[in-house]
């Protein structure tokens, strides 16, 4: 059997200039897509960790005005069924690293306020234990 057709021609497939460029232009796509993805992932935290203060503040309030004096601990809101269980930190996933603030002027009861245990700050700069 005779192959009429030219040597280049008949030669399927693809050059290594042609993987490079493409490879190339892969990496650049990368490089710009990776950081803005991560940054929005630590802004997702930021914004879940505001979200689980704002509830669990909330939930700490609400006991105190219905019991006259703030929970022992925060598992005493799971208890009385405020809460269906302790919200996570989002910044250490964990629901055990929160900063329990004790009751101010000595009032009954023991957890008034709660802050995040997580070091590091926020993209505004605001350590991550003052919000």
Known sequence: MVNL???SISRRGFTLVELLVVLAIIS??????IPRYFGSVEKSKEVALKENLQVLRSGLDKYY??????PAAL?????????RSVPLDPVTDSASTWQLIPSPNGEIGGVADVRSGAKGKTREGIPFEQL
């Open 5 to 7: 057709m030219p040597a």
């Open 28 to 33: 650049l796509l990368l490089t710009i897509a």
């Open 65 to 70: 005005a219905d019991k006259g004096e703030y």
């Open 75 to 83: 598992e005493d809101l799971v208890t009385h069924h405020y809460f």
